[in-house]
Every structure is written in C-alpha cells, then in structure tokens.
Nanobody, 126 residues
Framework: QVQLVESGGGSVQAGGSLRLSCAAS????????MGWFRQAPGLEREAVAV????????PYADSVKGRFTISQDNAKNTIYLQMNNLKPEDAAMYYC???????????????????WGQGTQVTVSS
C-alpha cells in the first residue's frame, strides 16, 4: 500500500506561481512512476507531469512545458510541481498519483496509476 498526501494549492493571479508537494508513505520502494494530474469541472482528468524515481525521466503534457517543473526528493519520498506563469486554464484540482505495477511506456495515461491522493485545489484568477 502507498499513501499520497498533496499540499501547496491555493489561489493566485494569472502569471503567478505555486509549488505543490506530494509526500508518499507506505511501501514507497514499490513505486515505478509518480506524477501530477489535474481535473477541472466538467472535464476529464489529465496528466500534467510525471517522474520516474529511478531514472529521473520527466515527461510533461504539452500544455505545461516550459512553465511547470516536476522534481523529487527521494530522501523525503516527496515529489514537487513548481508551477510558473499560471494561466486561468490551469485552474483545477491537482492530484498526485503513483504506479506500482511496473514500468509503462504511456506514463501520461491516467489509467496506468493505481494510487491517488485526495487532491489540492489550484485557482487562477485573470
């Protein structure tokens, strides 16, 4: 079992920044990939960025490339999402997720993840 707890959401104006954190606990050695996903009202959940803990590979969704950065602190079993130049369309509930069922070639596919956090809200005003 893996538990994920997100923090760091909030309200910012367009152009502002936020940093999200996701702390993992439990059987963290079983995690193959972790990442950030988001879901806005009325829309499907989508990938934002993921990270492979062992290799450090970091695939991103096209919509956030150059603005968001995912990183990890393995000693703390924590991943981060630094979000810069936020836009109103970035507003959503942001979720942390982890996959423990093996490596995947489609890490931005939400269906690949078997553990999810409760989410943290990000609001961006124009």
């Amino acid at each position: 079992q893996v538990q994920l707890v997100e923090s760091g959401g909030g309200s910012v104006q367009a152009g502002g920044s936020l940093r999200l954190s996701c702390a993992a606990s439990g059987h963290t050695s079983s995690i193959n990939v972790m990442g950030w996903f988001r879901q806005a009202p009325g829309l499907e959940r989508e990938a934002v960025a993921v990270i492979y803990p062992d290799s450090g590979l970091t695939p991103y969704a096209d919509s956030v490339k150059g603005r968001f950065t995912i990183s990890q602190d393995n000693a703390k079993n924590t991943i981060y999402l630094q979000m810069n130049n936020l836009k109103p369309e970035d507003a959503a509930m942001y979720y942390c997720a982890a996959r423990t069922t093996g490596w995947t070639i489609t890490p931005l596919d939400t269906s690949k993840y078997n553990y999810w956090g409760q989410g943290t809200q990000v609001t961006v005003s124009s």
